[in-house]
């Protein structure tokens, strides 16, 4: 059964940093474009960056470009979002979730896999 897990969440002041990680065991790792995505409470889930399989292909959400990077390890099963400038706006429940299939979407039905969630909450 794949699995797939968040860790990295956290508080953090406004400015601040925090790089989530995702593992993902049971699975291909190479066959998936992988993406994170946010959700609060009572909203719907946001896609705020995704990888392609090969790792040569990334998206952001507009809300995030040029603060967050994703990337990949493919040695590790491993998935990252390195979030710089954090603004209390981007607090949230954080997912990972992995597409069988070689490009990246935003768009969130489009995955196969989804991880259980990580906090990440930013103090003003």
């Known amino acids: 059964q794949v699995q797939m897990v968040e860790s990295g969440g956290g508080l953090v002041q406004a400015g601040g940093s925090l790089r989530l990680s995702c593992t993902a065991s049971k699975l291909t790792f190479d066959n998936y474009a992988m993406g994170w995505f946010r959700q609060a409470p009572g909203k719907e889930r946001e896609g705020v960056s995704c990888?392609?399989?090969?790792?040569?292909?990334?998206a952001y959400a507009d809300s995030v470009k040029g603060r967050f990077t994703i990337s990949r390890d493919s040695a590790k099963n491993m998935l990252y979002l390195q979030m710089n400038s954090l603004k209390p706006g981007d607090t949230d429940m954080y997912y990972c979730?992995?597409?069988?299939?070689?490009?990246?979407?935003?768009?969130?039905?489009?995955?196969?896999?989804w991880g259980q969630g990580t906090q990440v909450t930013v103090a003003s």
């Open positions: 990888i392609s399989w090969s790792g040569g292909t990334t």
């Open positions: 979730a992995a597409r069988a299939a070689p490009r990246c979407e935003l768009g969130e039905y489009v995955y196969n896999y």
